[in-house]
């Protein structure tokens, strides 16, 4: 396995769109594999092959709430549906270290995807994992949390990462 360089915003790579996976194989599961152990090391909770460098419509999401909880590999993931209903959740993201910021989302969301064997699966996910879903699909449309805040906020944060300034501890 080997961990992957993360690509920090406001790097322009971050703002391309990624493209559908054709196959699930052994190097698309190489790709998983290395993002999970980069994901580990960070640590973190999500992360996009954007992320590392690759415009494939990949992502890996391991949530680590001590019990049953299995990492999730999703490639081509979509949203099928999504509540109403929304909530907020103090975002953060491996490619803007060190800034949070509330960011308005659906509460619910059911998503479909390939999963790490190319079977076809749909999930039905709700609190930090629906964050985190959306956060992920994002990522492959070329957008980063900061572009779900104010402009102002956004800006702010823009400037202060240019000064090579830090955000808060985590
Ligand atoms: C996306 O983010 C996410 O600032 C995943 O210094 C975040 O794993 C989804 C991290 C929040 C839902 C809610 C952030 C690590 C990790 C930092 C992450 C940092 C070190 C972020
Ligand atoms: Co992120």
Redesign the pocket.
């Known amino acids: 396995m080997a961990i992957l360089p993360i690509i920090e915003y406001p790097n322009p790579f971050l703002k391309k769109k990624s493209l559908p996976v054709e196959a699930v194989d052994d190097k698309l599961r190489t790709l998983f594999d290395n993002m999970l152990e980069t994901?580990y090391l960070?640590?973190?909770?999500?992360?996009s092959a954007v992320q590392v460098g690759k415009l494939l419509r990949v992502v890996v999401i391991d949530l680590q709430r001590d019990d049953k909880l299995e990492p999730l590999f999703l490639a081509n993931p979509v949203v099928t549906w999504a509540s109403e209903e929304t909530g907020n959740?103090k975002?953060?993201?491996?490619s803007?270290?060190?800034?949070?910021e509330d960011v308005t989302r659906p509460k619910e969301v059911k998503v479909a995807f390939l999963d790490y064997n190319g079977n076809q699966q749909e999930i039905h996910c709700d609190g930090?994992l629906a964050?985190?879903v959306q956060?992920?699909i994002d990522h492959l449309d070329g957008k980063v949390f900061l572009d779900r805040i104010s402009k102002l906020k956004k800006d702010i944060i823009t400037r202060k990462i240019k000064k090579g300034m830090k955000g808060e501890p985590?």
Request: hydrophobic share 35%; with cysteine; proline share 9%.
């Open positions: 994901m960070a640590p973190g909770i999500g992360l959740y975002e953060g993201c491996l803007v270290p060190s800034f949070y930090l964050t985190c956060h992920e985590r």
